[in-house]
């Protein structure tokens, strides 16, 4: 649900199995447990509907998550920290630093002004293909912080994008 909420929204169909076949639910306890768990596990809450069919004699559950606009959403991890997950294809992954900074930017009331830096400038020329955050702190020889807060700016204002690769997230400029 944080995944969904953080991204696009998305639709979690309960009672089909990975394969596609139909295994069927009790519908009112599904949605009761999905409610519990947006509501225990999820901060803010994001927003759910639930539909219920009935499909070759088996009940199916459609819970659509909606995208939210108090990102991040957080879920509690197996060790009961707070984490927020994105999207990717099929894959729920841990949201970067630089996500956190962006929805963070997002939120700001600050205009559509960057100004154009010497820190700005040295971070532009550090980058020079696709990058991790590890190596664009290191080669523009900046404080982490400033990278990830100047990163998200930049993605903001669409001259840096990334891709989500082997298991790592990628800067680039666009």
Request: charged letters at 25%; hydrophobic letters at 45%; a neutral charge.
């Amino acid at each position: 649900m944080s995944a969904f909420a953080n991204t696009d929204g998305g639709r979690l169909l309960i009672g089909v199995r990975d394969d596609g076949n139909l295994s069927g639910v009790r519908s009112e306890e599904e949605i009761y447990m999905m409610h519990v768990a947006a509501f225990k596990y999820c901060k803010p809450q994001p927003t759910l509907k639930f539909e219920t069919f009935h499909v070759d004699g088996r009940t199916i559950v459609v819970a659509t998550v909606y995208a939210s606009d108090r990102k991040p959403v957080l879920a509690k991890d197996y060790d009961g920290r707070d984490v927020a997950y994105i999207r990717i294809a099929d894959e729920n992954i841990v949201a970067s630093p630089v996500h956190l900074a962006l929805w963070k930017e997002q939120r700001r009331e600050s205009g559509t002004a960057m100004a154009y830096t010497d820190e700005v400038r040295t971070l532009l020329a550090a980058v020079t293909g696709p990058m991790s955050l590890a190596a664009m702190v290191k080669s523009s020889h900046l404080p982490r912080r400033l990278v990830i807060r100047l990163v998200a700016k930049l993605i903001l204002f669409g001259v840096m994008d990334y891709a989500y690769e082997d298991g790592q997230f990628l800067f680039f400029t666009t």
